[in-house]
């Protein structure tokens, strides 16, 4: 079983930035595809972004495009999520998702997933 572990949330001004992380406890697949995703007070989780584990292809949702980045580092089994630019509807808490099967990708069918990490922005 693989275990997420999101990190880096926290209160952050309109316009400042975060960079969440997200460790798996055992080494992952190089098939893995990893995402995030995230649910504000009242409304259904929706996709963020995603990334394939192996070629480095990126996923974003509409609503993130140039102000969230999504990168992974190989050798500590960790993905990352820069945020820029943030905005009041960023405030959510974020979820660290993983699967084998690169199919999941902008879906919710992914098979572990991180206890969440939240976002809050300010003014």
């Known amino acids: 079983q693989v275990r997420l572990v999101e990190s880096g949330g926290g209160l952050v001004q309109a316009g400042g930035s975060l960079r969440l992380s997200c460790a798996a406890s055992r080494p992952t697949s190089s098939n893995y595809v990893m995402g995030w995703f995230r649910q504000a007070p009242g409304k259904e989780r929706e996709f963020v972004t995603a990334?394939?584990?192996?070629?480095?292809?990126?996923y974003y949702s509409d609503s993130v495009k140039g102000r969230f980045t999504i990168s992974r580092d190989n050798a500590k089994n960790t993905v990352y999520l820069q945020i820029n630019s943030l905005k009041r509807e960023d405030t959510a808490v974020y979820y660290c998702a993983a699967d084998l099967d690169l199919g999941v990708l902008k879906t919710g069918r992914y098979d572990y997933w991180g206890q969440g990490t939240q976002v809050t922005v300010s003014s």
């Open positions: 990334i394939n584990w192996s070629g480095g292809r990126t």
